[in-house]
């Protein structure tokens, strides 16, 4: 089917506010991942997801951050309370397996006024 | 970090001519992969290297890995303006997340 989709691709917004970043995986794909990339840190893995496992929150930067996957499918990313340094761009990638090739979305900038 | 090295961080070659990235990584691994990335947003894969291979090919894009030194190396052949984007190793990490190297800038000038 279609590839990842992300919504929205942009996103401004004041700081202390909170947003909420959407990912549509490949259909049938088990596996869902959100990555960050800034200037200044490259690309960070954030959250994982593997069909109905506990989700792998190794990477989430503090406790404002947080994601949940609905059905195995649509993964929602919450940034509470925005701060500037959370400015990024926020990619979602899917994989029919673990550790192999991953398929990603064209991702969420998101910037924090 | 756990991220790996790549270098050059940026590459500026003309049309024609081959470009060579390097990757150096940190931890074992059981394969290794290469992504694009235009305009800053999503990645693409290129190619997949396992552990047990030394030289993957596919159309003008030639892996190589050397566990030994923990490197891989990317070269792209007959470089085109298209080709311009970013480059970047990944080795999967515990549980299949992916950990990407700092990239490397590829600008082929027409």
């Known amino acids: 089917g279609a590839g990842v989709s992300q919504s929205p691709s942009n996103k401004v917004t004041e700081k202390g506010k909170d947003v909420e970043l959407r990912c549509d995986p490949i259909?049938?794909?088990?596996?869902l991942y959100w990555y960050r990339q800034s200037l200044g840190q490259g690309l960070e893995f954030l959250i994982y997801f593997q069909g109905n496992s506990a989700p792998d929150k190794s990477g989430l930067p503090s406790d404002r951050f947080s994601a949940e996957r609905t059905g195995g499918s649509v993964s929602t990313l919450t940034i509470q309370r925005t701060q500037q340094e959370d400015s990024a761009v926020y990619l979602c990638?899917?994989?029919?397996?673990?550790?192999?090739?991953?398929?990603f979305g064209a991702g969420t900038r998101l910037s924090v006024l | 970090s756990q991220q790996g090295e790549e270098d050059p961080q940026a590459l500026s070659i003309q049309e024609g001519e081959n470009a060579t990235m390097n990757c150096s990584y940190k931890t074992s691994i059981n394969n290794l992969q290469w992504y694009r990335q235009n305009s800053g947003r999503g990645l693409v894969h290129l190619i997949l290297?396992?552990?047990?291979?030394r030289e993957k090919h596919s159309g003008r894009l030639r892996v190589t890995l050397d566990t030994s030194k923990k490197s891989s190396s990317l070269l792209i052949t007959a470089s085109r303006a298209a080709d311009t984007a970013s480059y970047f190793c990944a080795r999967s990490g515990n549980t299949g997340k992916l950990i990407f190297g700092q990239g490397t800038t590829l600008q082929v000038k027409p």
């Open positions: 259909s049938g794909h088990t596996a």
């Open positions: 990638a899917s994989s029919s397996d673990r550790g192999v090739i991953q398929y």
């Open positions: 290297i396992r552990s047990n291979e």
